[in-house]
């Protein structure tokens, strides 16, 4: 039985060797390959092309989830951004208003013997909370506390 590796490349240094592949035993009318045929013969084994394709699909998921994480950390930070951006837009709102003296009061609740206010403000995936307290000291100082929550959506 012979096997004849033809294709698209050259799989024979020299096609002068293939003529000579094949040599008659002597008296055995037996076919054998020539060695020196054998050893011209260039080409990928079977084996080398799996544990070649095993290592480049190791290489391809380790760069897969490098790519994945990164993303979820640009998301989370751009979310980060975000809340920082509405809590400081509710700080300077709420400037306005200690300079006005007047606080929209959603609901009042007593803690430790004085009564705060916790408003609720929403932006489409944000809650923001904001209490305002009497600064120690001068009257015209307040103190704002505002809180910005929201659902981490990208997992």
């Known amino acids: 039985m012979f096997m004849r590796k033809t294709g698209f490349i050259q799989l024979e240094k020299n096609i002068a060797h293939r003529l000579r592949a094949d040599v008659l035993l002597e008296g055995s009318g037996i076919w ?4 020196r045929c054998n ?23 380790g760069i897969f ?31 306005s208003l200690v300079d006005a003296d007047t606080f929209y009061t959603s609901g009042l609740f007593k803690a430790t013997g004085a009564w705060r206010a916790w408003n609720t403000t929403s932006y489409p995936s944000y809650r923001v909370r ?7 000291g001068n009257a015209a100082y307040r103190k704002v506390t505002v809180q910005v929550a929201w659902n981490d959506t990208t997992i």
């Not at 050893?39 to 998921?61: D, H």
């Not at 904001?130 to 120690?136: L, S, W």
């Open 130 to 136: 904001y209490r305002v307290d009497k600064g120690a």
């Open 32 to 35: 054998r390959r020539n060695r």
């Open 65 to 95: 989830s490098v790519l994945v994480s990164s993303r979820y950390l640009v998301a989370r930070s751009k979310t980060r951004v975000a809340a920082v951006e509405i809590a400081r837009a509710e700080i300077e709102r709420m400037r």
């Open 39 to 61: 050893l011209s013969l260039t080409g990928f084994t079977l084996l080398e092309i799996m544990v070649s394709t095993v290592i480049l699909a190791l290489l391809a998921s």
